[in-house]
């Protein structure tokens, strides 16, 4: 972290794993604010729900203010009691203000905002019990993929780098894209989803009605194989491409055979297709 002068700072502090409707009230605290959070995080055990750089991405994304920064902490490198870290605080970025939520706690020892409150002007907002990053991970991890996206502010997405399947989707007329997601990451709920998908077409991004088959495979990733409905589009292999999954829509069926599988590709479809005009 570069050391920040001759600049006032309103700073906001926090992991935000993802940015759910309970962090606007923290946001809403400043018109221009500058983020600090962390990576590698000792206590954290559970596989995040996006890689560290994608949630970067998305408080860049969802800041969308030329004048606001994010500063990063590996607390693998600078795990600080919180004593030390109050004056790499001052140190470093010495902020005007600095906002967090009441269950904010700091440092390796834990401190909370009556400590740092010792040190600096803090703006403590009280935390929305409605939303949380347990309750996201709960409803992405159990197919209650509507609930995920209703309480968040920056969707909940799956990006991939498209690579070529057994291609048993073509054969059938059904047209797939096939993209995995890390084994280091949340398993989603394996499932049939409806989902919208974006991808670059003719040096633009476009997004298309998807269906999105999501299961799990041997080595721990977990494949999403995307066709675009009422699309036949040339091939894009090689292209990354982004799925948003919006309605869980039935559990993956075993076929028993050729046309049961193109029957059950079908009855998903049909199922989809409701979903779209609803």
């Given at each position: 972290?570069?050391?920040?002068?001759?600049?006032?700072?309103?700073?906001i502090?926090?992991n935000?794993?993802?940015?759910?409707?309970g962090?606007w009230?923290?946001?809403?605290?400043?018109?221009?604010?500058?983020?600090?959070?962390?990576?590698?995080?000792?206590?954290?055990?559970?596989?995040?729900?996006?890689?560290?750089?994608?949630?970067?991405?998305?408080?860049?994304?969802?800041?969308?203010?030329?004048?606001?920064d994010?500063?990063?902490?590996?607390?693998k490198?600078?795990?600080?009691?919180?004593?030390?870290?109050?004056?790499?605080?001052?140190?470093?970025?010495?902020?005007?203000?600095?906002?967090?939520?009441?269950?904010?706690?700091?440092?390796?020892?834990?401190?909370?905002?009556?400590?740092?409150?010792?040190?600096?002007?803090?703006d403590?907002?009280?935390?929305?019990?409605?939303?949380?990053?347990?309750k996201?991970?709960?409803?992405?991890?159990?197919?209650?993929?509507?609930?995920?996206?209703?309480?968040?502010?920056?969707?909940f997405?799956?990006?991939?780098?498209?690579?070529?399947?057994?291609?048993l989707?073509?054969?059938?007329?059904?047209?797939?894209?096939?993209?995995?997601?890390?084994?280091?990451?949340?398993?989603?709920?394996?499932?049939?989803?409806?989902a919208?998908?974006t991808?670059?077409?003719?040096?633009?991004?476009?997004?298309?009605?998807?269906?999105?088959?999501i299961?799990?495979i041997?080595?721990?990733?977990?494949?999403?194989?995307?066709?675009?409905?009422?699309?036949?589009?040339?091939?894009?292999?090689g292209?990354?491409?982004?799925?948003?999954?919006?309605?869980?829509?039935n559990?993956?069926k075993?076929?028993?055979?050729?046309?049961?599988?193109?029957?059950?590709?079908?009855?998903?479809?049909?199922?989809?297709?409701?979903?779209?005009?609803?």
């Open positions: 972290m570069e050391e920040w002068k001759g600049k006032k700072v309103d700073l502090i926090g935000f794993e993802v940015i759910h409707q962090h009230k923290l946001f809403e605290r400043t018109d221009s604010p500058t983020v600090l959070t962390f990576n590698n995080i000792p206590r954290k055990k559970d596989l995040p729900i996006f890689s560290f750089k994608d949630k970067c991405r998305h408080l860049y994304y969802f800041l969308n203010n030329p004048d606001s994010i500063f990063i902490m590996d607390l490198k600078e795990n600080k009691k919180a004593a030390s870290f109050v004056k790499f605080l001052k140190k470093q970025i010495n902020p005007t203000k600095i906002i967090v939520g009441s269950d904010f706690k700091f440092g390796s020892d834990f401190k909370d905002v009556k400590y740092l409150s010792k040190y600096f002007n803090v403590v907002v009280e935390r929305d019990k409605r939303y949380s990053t347990t996201i991970r709960e409803h992405i991890a159990n197919g209650q993929i509507e609930k995920a996206q209703k309480d968040l502010i920056t969707s997405r799956i990006d991939g780098k498209v690579v070529k399947g057994k291609q989707g073509r054969k059938l007329g059904y047209k797939t894209a096939n993209i995995y997601r890390s084994k280091k990451l949340l398993k989603v709920c394996p499932g049939v989803y409806y919208t998908t991808l670059p077409m003719d040096g633009y991004k476009r997004e298309y009605p998807s269906s999105a088959t299961r799990n041997e080595d721990g990733r977990q494949l999403i194989e995307v066709h675009l409905i009422g699309q036949d589009l040339p091939e894009f292999y292209k990354d491409i982004t799925v948003h999954p919006k309605k869980y829509i559990e993956i075993k076929p028993k055979s050729l046309e049961d599988l193109k029957q059950i590709i079908k009855d998903n479809f049909v199922k989809i297709n409701k979903v779209t005009k609803n």
